[in-house]
């Protein structure tokens, strides 16, 4: 397995929120603009990337046992770092994200990866590994957010230098979609799209498989 | 009034699963049956209660005095991690019976947003010991009421007839988006 392919079965075959339905608070929590998304897909990204090298190169001195309390503690000092540098450098970014920011350190998926994958991998291979499942999150967060953002106030990219008015300023959305009920339902509509779309997949393999198959059998014939 | 407004707006108005989203891997993943959701959200009202008064202890006695007040999310998650695998121990030491019932819930509790971010939101407003004690027993009430809830609900779920494409976790997010709804009616009653 190569590098490309560790990092790209983190984007949809095993894509954090849609597939393994991980770390599902902040998809609600910070998604009503395409900023705070993004901004907390990338946070996650980083975290989750350092981890799994850091797990990786450590992975031989921890003793089996007490794993998990040592994993933890990795986790809440980078994530401690990364709050640290944000509250420093990016002070509105901290102030959106707040109290989500500080639960990255509980996020299913990073210790999963690290127990996973990292435990058993070695470093160049356990940080594109993060690198791809950490992009897996940050495209569904941003997916999420732009649909959020778009059908509920009809900007994208409100808040910053790049903010777009997509549709008219006397668009009034339905405002549910950036209230709560709207976070879920949404995610919840997404994650049967996501499933159609893997059906289809399924079946296209299946359909080639037997096509190959068929095609096989024909040359054995001959 | 004070304390009974706090934990009112727990309870239903900031309710943690429904309007602060936090906890929402336990909540989907055991709401499937109606009995684990009861000893769940039993055990997550009695842990968070406990887990945020030891919390309390240390960020007002160690953190606080010592200017250490940056390491509160290491020392939290630590803190938490060992009371828990400490509960679990003792409950499967003297109370078999007990841990029969909800020792797989203690594991999963370890490392939970809900747990974690009440102590959190205690540390960041600045509560009192009462106060931080009532707020973490009305979240723990709050998720309680949510996820049993939801499990009535994803009983009867069993016998409707759901696009087969939205089965399982799809379903179960509008449904909760729907109570969600009705939970907004809430909102505003009690400013926080």
Do not use: H
Not at chain 1, 47 to 65: E, G
Not at chain 1, 191 to 217: C, H, P, R, W
Not at chain 2, 105 to 131: E, H, M, Q, R, W
């Amino acid at each position: 397995m190569n590098y490309w392919d560790i990092f790209k079965k983190g984007i949809f075959e095993m894509n954090p929120i849609f597939r393994l339905a991980l770390s599902l608070c902040p998809a609600l929590a910070v998604t009503s603009t395409v900023f705070n998304a993004l901004g907390m897909g990338l946070c996650v990204m980083v975290v989750i990337t350092a981890n799994n090298m850091v797990v990786s190169l450590v992975k031989n001195f921890v003793n089996p046992k007490v794993r998990v309390p040592v994993f933890i503690t990795i986790i809440a000092t980078i994530v401690t770092l990364i709050i640290l540098i944000l509250e420093a450098y990016f002070p509105s970014v901290y102030k959106e994200l707040g109290l989500y920011l500080e639960l990255v350190v509980v996020f299913a998926i990073i210790l999963a990866r690290a127990e996973v994958f990292a435990m058993k991998n070695g470093v160049i291979a356990s940080a594109f590994d993060g690198l791809g499942m950490g992009a897996g999150f940050a495209v569904a967060m941003l997916f999420i957010g732009a649909f959020r953002e778009l059908f509920g106030t009809g900007t994208i990219l409100s808040g910053t230098s790049m903010a777009l008015q997509v549709f008219p300023q006397s668009y009034n959305g339905p405002m549910i979609i950036i209230l709560a009920p709207g976070a879920f339902m949404v995610i919840g509509l997404m994650i049967g799209m996501f499933n159609v779309i893997g059906e289809y997949q399924d079946k296209q393999a299946a359909k080639s498989k037997a096509a190959s198959q068929l095609t096989g059998q024909r040359s054995e014939a001959v | 009034m004070e304390y009974f407004t706090l934990f009112m707006g727990a309870v239903v108005v900031n309710n943690f699963v429904l309007t602060r989203f936090l906890g929402l891997c336990i909540f989907f993943g055991v709401s499937k049956s109606l009995s684990a959701s009861v000893g769940m959200g039993m055990a997550v009202a009695s842990i968070l209660t406990v887990s945020s008064a030891l919390a309390w202890i240390v960020y007002n006695f160690v953190l606080v005095p010592y200017d250490l007040v940056f390491l509160k999310i290491v020392v939290f998650v630590v803190l938490i991690a060992c009371f828990v695998q400490f509960l679990e121990i003792a409950i499967k030491r003297y109370a078999p019976a007990l841990y029969e019932m909800w020792g797989i819930y203690l594991v999963l509790i370890a490392t939970n947003c809900v747990v974690l971010g009440v102590p959190l939101i205690n540390a960041s407003a600045n509560f009192d010991f009462l106060k931080s004690i009532i707020n973490a027993f009305g979240s723990g009430v709050g998720f309680a009421l949510a996820i049993i809830l939801m499990a009535s609900l994803r009983e009867k779920l069993q016998y409707a007839d759901v696009p087969k494409t939205l089965q399982g976790l799809g379903i179960a997010f509008i449904l909760a988006g729907m109570l969600a709804l009705s939970f907004l009616g809430f909102s505003g009653m009690i400013p926080l």
